[in-house]
């Protein structure tokens, strides 16, 4: 079946280190972007990327870094430079432009924790 | 910049009917979605409306005002399972590339 699939579910590291989250889909869309959300919040965008190759910060960029050498693989890197990484990352996905849909396609979210 | 604001939480008893409104501020704004989250899932997609009017899916229905920048997701015939925290979410930029998230709704379903 398609969709996306996010690894580890849970993860727990000490400060100072990095760590990075995969995210992969194969439902052949173009888009994909990462998310944060902390307890009892909204959804905030870390990055996005269009296309293969590209890719674009988000409102809260800092302290991560991504990368999109494949169309499936959008994995996403927490540096030590992030402050406060404790939280709950989804990695989604969506045709891309000029699809009129508003629907995001969501893995099952990674549990990050930190130490 | 965008931003968006719901209600933080609503409260309602099975077989009711709650809505849930959705004020934007965005650019480039090419349409609003819903989104459902249980405790510790992944959010699910509602609906979506690019534009002005009710669309219906099933028990869920959705509202959107494009000149009025609001929307409101509107359940009917409340159950026990629609208890979780509900989204709504600008797909706006250039390109309608961005989707922006609201703070969420936490529906509370009563018996």
């Known amino acids: 079946d398609g969709g996306i699939t996010q690894s580890p579910k849970y993860l727990f590291r000490k400060e100072g280190q990095n760590v990075t989250l995969s995210c992969e889909q194969n439902?052949?869309?173009?888009?994909m972007y990462w998310y944060r959300q902390d307890p009892g919040q909204g959804l905030r965008l870390i990055y996005y990327s269009q296309i293969v190759n590209d890719f674009q910060k988000g409102d809260i960029a800092e302290g991560y870094s991504v990368s999109r050498e494949k169309k499936e693989s959008f994995p996403l890197t927490v540096t030590s430079a992030q402050k406060n990484p404790t939280a709950f990352y989804l990695c989604a996905s969506q045709p891309g432009q000029g699809m009129n849909t508003g629907e995001l396609f969501f893995g099952e979210g990674s549990r990050l924790t930190v130490l | 910049g965008q931003s968006l604001e719901q209600p933080s939480e609503v409260t309602a008893v099975e077989g009711a009917i709650v809505q849930i409104n959705c004020t934007y501020q965005t650019s480039g704004f090419y349409g609003l979605s819903w989104y459902q989250q249980h405790d510790g899932g992944a959010p699910t997609f509602l609906s979506y409306?690019?534009?002005?009017g009710l669309e219906e899916t099933g028990r869920f229905s959705s509202f959107l005002s494009r000149s009025d920048s609001y929307g409101y997701l509107l359940l009917q015939e409340l159950q026990m399972k629609d208890s979780a925290s509900y989204f709504c979410?600008?797909?706006?930029?250039?390109?309608?590339?961005?989707?922006?998230f609201g703070p969420g709704t936490r529906l509370s379903v009563l018996p």
């Open positions: 409306n690019a534009l002005d």
């Open positions: 979410a600008v797909r706006a930029g250039n390109y309608g590339q961005n989707f922006v």
């Open positions: 439902l052949n869309h173009d888009a």
